[in-house]
């Protein structure tokens, strides 16, 4: 079941957002709102339920723009700055609910387990400091999230596993430079696709919009959104008229139904 699942894209940037810091490059002096972007992330939302997809260095600001004074859990993709750095700014949740269950694989609760020692602390826990429930994500093993079932998609990041996650006709991927054909399987029948396309350029470890692009011809969903974007793709109008009728660029804030 996917009914009544609705989809806000909190942020929809690559790791520095857009515009990077100092650059005089056009798209990051552009005024259209679609062009400037936080580091991605996803909120998902459907009775009365609210998780998130990543939590990065935006993620006070997302919360605020949207809204949302319940969190129910965040599903880490991996551990990389730009998907886990706003970990801490889960206390105002964390004060008002008891632990934030995080969804993650070993190796990504090990690195916030390193890098966030604090909140992980069993004894002299800093009283301000806010705590979370552990579940690992495996590879081939479906879980829970409110009343919904979550399939996890691996996909590498260059040479990073990375989990994706489906749920019902929802698929969201990011940080993707290859997809393995079991993999691949998982992903059949979606009705709406999120994907990385980070620039026009080849890239060591994301999907450019070439590759994007033959990515949502194998998968075949409904429609399809990008994702996880720099300002080398070029101006949001501009990208956006060149794509096919069901494809689309995201931008921050764009609320989907699936």
Known sequence: MDEGLKVTFLGTGTSQGVPVIGSEHPVCLSEDSRDKRLRVSVLLSWGGYNYVIDCGPDFRQQMLVNKVKKLDGILFTHEHSDHTAGIDDIRPYFFRQGDIPIFA????????????????????????????????????????????????IQVMHNRLKVFGYRIGGFTYLTDVKSVAEEELEKIVGTKVLVVNALRIEPHHSHFNLEEALDFVKKVKPQRAYFTHISHLLGFHAEVEKSLPKNVHLAYDNLTIAI
């Open 105 to 152: 694989h070993k190796r990504v609760v090990k690195s916030l387990k390193r890098r966030f020692d604090y909140i992980f602390q069993d004894k002299d826990r800093y009283p301000g400091a806010p705590s979370v429930a552990i579940n690992l994500v495996e590879k081939d093993t479906d879980f829970e999230i409110g009343d919904r079932r979550v399939t996890p």
